[in-house]
């Protein structure tokens, strides 16, 4: 055990600091959310890419660096200190990629990834149907094979991106009366292509962040099957671990948002109970940093990441609406108003913190998942 | 000492649950908010006839003469309803301020206020901006040397977002003005002004927090998951009675500070200020539930329950914040003795020892 | 509404508070579960008795004072005031005797509630089993009629005072091969009657507050029984009704101990956290008291207790915990100790608390009665 | 930058805990109670064997030379056992500290505190009264004019009850004394001293907890109750996930503490602030939520819940309680920048800057 950076990990982080010293844009994007500002985003990717800043982790052929989780973690504290915009391709670069790195055949990659890197093609997930939320089992759209191609039907929802993004990757039933988790394949698709259909939902703050897709006979080529036809669960399921687990939300964020609380908390003049509760957050996201690069210390020395990883996705979605909260709290009466002049957007936070309980696996189905998976407790 | 209700309080609270449950839906709210107009004409005016702008006005100025204990479970359906037109405010607040205020130029306006022709809005120091002062027909203002009675067409009106549609909060500069009480006389004014605006806010929070739950019992009844209602799992029961247990334990403290807050000393502000603490605890705890048990869809904008969620943080912050009230409570338990003969402690009341002597 | 005392409970203030000052013991009495302590509370509850003070709410023919809810109110504010003994017949004279004035018969009520009064028969509770803990219509105990007696023969286990009481309640299964929640009755026995052999558990506190009770053909007279043959169920949620609701802990005692955080706090230096805390306490133990005092109110004007009587259990059992915890806390170092010189037992205090979310029905039943009873959601 | 234990660490740690599932049952911390005897001789002279004793004393004074990352898993595993015997605040903290001092009185029994003949028992200010002075060779007490070595046996214990009866807490009264350290260089030997104390208190709660946690666990797939076993329930999963949620993100704070406490900067006691507040605070809960699974027997002596309950509330108090250690994190808070770059920063560090430029 030794935690003090190597002379080449400081270097990198001065490498990066440097470049992002000189590249991030002065203003904020407008919401990636609204479609000027998905192009802004889009944009930035392509910056980042001309970097190659835009996937570290992700071997060089496709536009990474290849970089250790270590480095991913000193990428990412610098990438949240220099207060960069969002990732519109996080869908594609931190949850699609992986998977595809791993069940993808060198075709796919090779056609996908270095478009997914440059931002030229983002992706949307469509995963979810109105019947299947938290049970996701309960998929029905289907996949038919009809030449090469496969038709799809059916009405995906919860979409994160797919207002404005390019390509989705979805979850199908490709064997016609399956049921469960059987007869499912994960399909690459087109959201341009015919016969498919976005629908914007307005969030809770009035912005379309997520989507229905309707699909009615759209096309797929065959080849865009990705880990096997009947294997879309397993596939899926690693997608899932990879999502809570490391790279969803990276500690910086949390560090970087305590650090903005601990700012205003100093210069406003909290009470006792908000004093006590800023000082829980920054703790917070200390421990889920720390956490993290223990794991990641982990998996470089060659272990596999577990089932306690469901355990981060509790940790930080409830330290995240925790933190916004005590802000709320500390601006008082200020609280409420969009045009809030300190240019903190904590409100924003806040909403979008609420949505951390409940997208990638509610957090009522992980603490399942922990009970059952870690402690062994019988199925309910 | 009789902690209950009376009939007719009960039956008004009644009537209006049924009227706004009858014009102030979800699809209600979303048209007010597409027409971009400040109220619902029809609905404002079914209010006006049952008489409550003037609730808690004085008969002599035209109003019923009630008191907050009257207007509590009035103001509980109105945040039940997340209602949008600023009855509460105007009624609870503003109306009755206007009619204790003793100057003609007040009195003049009082009965407006009483029958509701005019609507009253306050800058008050607890409060950054001023709530409804766009559609109010008078504005009263604080400053250095009393308390400033504004014409509102007279003022220059700048309007600032709040993450709640139908909160219509306003800077307001003016130039024009009537000096309607002296610093002196208005400190009181703005003390029992305070006092009304938390603990109607309290009421409405505890609104709030019950139709978060009954919404969300309602979701978790019918959405199917796994084979089963939702609801059938215990982490959404668990969820559920926390939150009711909250409400339950917010609910007699709310009501509590409605028929104590005549006494305006240490222990009445205290519960006031306990009031609108644990009311609106209880609201936030519920809507971030309900939106949780609704899943993605509770995040939704389709869904209501996003209304509920931006009142609550609303009404935190509005008639003094979370550390404000907290502070009025530490300064209730430094004061005297909190033995528990004193749950129903007055500044005014001789000691039990004497009684007993 | 009107939250002022009549000049007519003032005066009854007046008159408990001028009592207890005459007679509540100045030193402490030792804890009811040793045998010392045991005789030395029964010896209170005679004094109490002698003053009309041990049952206030009883028909004055069975030692009480018929006193309204408001009246028990302030007398048991004065007497958590006064710093009076913990109540050793709390069993008899706030579970079982409001049971038996509703279902008893006129000969059972002139038997055992004037002796209950006075502390000569002091009465445990026998409903558990080792089997039938949360899960109470499990009771697998039986009573078979021989003539004019019952023949009792089972295992009864987490007895409350049983260790020295006279006598004990018991739900017993009176039809053989009944099931569930038929075929229970609910009779009374005398704990030193042959055939009954009481074993103490000692607690996490090592003394034996409870206890196990073996039953091999003890004998109750047929007139024990208490509500009719095969009602015990009724009966016993008709008890579990009371015992939720009002008198099981009376909000005083969660005052006078929020009193006492409050002092403690004063006289140390609590930080922001410890603030946050004390101050949280005392709000909860008012609420606690309003709300009782609103329930009491809506009663005495024809109103029923309902279900919503199960999140009191909830409130008080978590505010305690909460509150002996923060005592905890602010003394830091002199927590552990046993002999702390200040004269609050804070540490047995909290001891006794961890309690309260375990009995009277586990919180996790109360949470799904709540959600049923009170919400409607359907069973699991 | 790694974050990994080392073979030797991972099975020296597994070791200890084997050696303690066969030997610190709760039959044997029963047993011992019983006895009246302040150790299980047995199970001391097999602590002994692993040469323990001297892991954090320099090989020059006769012990391993280790480091506190190599102690911080078998505290885990003694926390995990409640183990009764002083083994890891002699190992963790008296004997280095006796070993660091320079004067010959201190010298001459180091060697015997590295193999354990004799345990060191230390009065620090952080702590009421001393731990073990009763069963000591040699006990340090701090005073005006520096720290002072006393003999057990010349001086006069008074033992103080503390709910875990396998804490054995004196004040010690002496009148002979040797002082082997001056005010000046005490004061950083008590200061590494306190980090030592608290880490140690920190990796015990983890065990404590953990084993709350498995214990309760274990019962709830046995336990039966309305025809299936108790752990079916939701609400028991989603207690026990939360507590081992908790646990989780402790570990990883206690470690970094272990390997940070030699910077001897606001940041480190910061983190060895943070390790214990996490710990001890997801002991609480975890011994807590094993007692209300276990129910009513969960309540009783019987079950062995009551130990780890008992550990906890000594443990929280000691090396500092909570306020003090919030104190110190609010410390750090205070006195540097913490962005996202900062989660390792020490005191002596080069800015990044400088590293860039």
């Known amino acids: ?380 | 000492m009789d902690f209950t209700f009376s009939e007719e309080q009960l039956m008004s609270a009644g009537v209006v649950r049924d009227l706004l449950a009858d014009r102030c839906t979800g699809a209600d709210l979303r048209r007010l908010m597409g027409s971009g107009e400040a109220r619902d004409a029809g609905r404002w005016q079914a209010i006006l006839d049952m008489g409550l702008p003037g609730l808690m006005v004085p008969e002599a100025a035209g109003g019923l003469g009630l008191s907050e204990t009257d207007l509590v479970l009035i103001a509980e359906a109105c945040g039940y309803a997340a209602l949008p037109e600023p009855l509460i405010e105007h009624a609870g607040v503003g109306a009755p301020l206007l009619a204790a205020i003793n100057h003609p130029a007040a009195k003049a306006l009082a009965e407006k206020a009483a029958g509701g022709e005019i609507t009253v809005a306050l800058g008050h120091p607890a409060n950054l901006l001023i709530a409804d002062a766009d559609t109010a027909g008078v504005i009263l203002i604080p400053g250095q040397d009393g308390l400033h009675l504004v014409d509102p067409a007279k003022a220059t009106l700048h309007r600032h977002d709040s993450i709640d549609a139908f909160r219509r909060l306003f800077s307001v500069v003016f130039t024009e003005s009537t000096v309607v009480a002296g610093p002196r006389e208005m400190v009181p004014l703005l003390e029992v002004a305070l006092d009304r605006g938390a603990l109607f806010a309290a009421a409405q929070g505890l609104g709030l927090a019950q139709r978060a739950v009954d919404m969300a019992a309602a979701y978790a009844k019918e959405r199917v998951q796994f084979g089963k209602p939702i609801g059938a799992n215990q982490a959404v029961k668990h969820h559920l009675a926390t939150c009711q247990t909250k409400i339950e334990f917010a609910r007699p403290v709310v009501h509590a500070a409605a028929a104590q807050i005549g006494q305006g000393d240490v222990f009445s502000r205290s519960r006031v200020s306990h009031a609108k603490l644990a009311a609106l605890a209880a609201a936030d705890l519920a809507v971030r539930m309900c939106i949780q048990i609704h899943g993605a869809m509770g995040y939704s904008w389709e869904v209501d329950a996003h209304f509920y969620l931006k009142r609550t943080i609303a009404l935190t912050g509005a008639w003094g914040d979370e550390a404000f009230h907290r502070a009025r409570v530490a300064e209730r338990i430094a004061a005297a003795a909190m033995t528990p003969d004193q749950t129903f402690a007055r500044a005014d009341a001789a000691p039990a020892e004497q009684v007993a002597a």
Chains 1, 3 share one sequence.
């Open chain 1, 1 to 380: 055990m030794d935690l003090t950076y190597t002379a080449e990990q400081q270097a990198f982080r001065a490498e990066v600091r440097t470049w992002l010293e000189a590249h991030v844009p002065k203003e904020p994007l407008a919401s990636f959310d609204t479609a000027e500002g998905f192009e802004a985003h889009r944009a930035w990717e392509g910056v980042l890419a001309s970097g190659r800043w835009s996937a570290v982790t992700w071997p060089e052929e496709y536009g990474g660096r290849g970089l250790d989780l270590i480095r991913w973690l000193i990428f990412e504290e610098e990438y949240w200190r220099a207060g960069a915009p969002g990732r519109v391709s996080q869908n594609g670069v931190f949850l699609l990629a992986p998977t595809m790195m791993e069940y993808g055949t060198p075709e796919q990659k090779a056609r996908f990834l270095p478009k997914m890197a440059t931002g030229e093609e983002i992706w949307a997930q469509a995963w979810s149907e109105p019947q299947a939320g938290s049970d996701l089992a309960a998929v029905r759209a289907t996949a038919t094979l009809d030449g090469d191609d496969y038709v799809l039907n059916g009405h995906k929802i919860w979409s994160s991106r797919a207002v404005f993004a390019d390509w989705a990757f979805g979850l199908f039933r490709t064997e016609a009366g399956s049921e469960r988790h059987k007869g499912l394949s994960l399909i690459l698709f087109n959201l341009k292509s015919p016969g498919v259909r976005v629908q914007p939902i307005p969030q809770i703050d009035g912005e379309a962040g997520f989507a229905e897709i309707f699909l009615e006979n759209a096309r797929a080529p065959a080849a865009n099957l990705m880990g096997g036809e009947g294997q879309g669960w397993n596939v899926c399921m690693a997608t899932a671990g990879f999502e809570r687990g490391l790279m969803l939300r990276s500690p910086a964020r949390f560090q970087a948002a305590a650090a903005r609380l601990a700012a205003l908390s100093q210069r406003s003049m909290p009470d006792a109970t908000q004093q006590a509760a800023v000082m829980q957050a920054v703790m917070d996201a200390d421990a889920y940093a720390l956490s993290i690069y223990s794991t990641a210390s982990r998996l470089m020395a060659g272990g596999k990441i577990g089932a306690e990883a469901s355990c981060n996705k509790l940790f930080w979605s409830e330290l995240d609406v925790a933190l916004h909260k005590t802000a709320l709290s500390i601006k008082g009466a200020a609280a409420e108003l969009t045009d809030d002049t300190s240019g903190e957007p904590w409100l924003d936070g806040y909403l979008f913190s609420l949505a951390g309980p409940i997208y990638a696996g509610a957090n009522e189905i992980q603490r399942n998942i922990i009970a059952e998976r870690v402690l062994g407790l019988p199925r309910g």
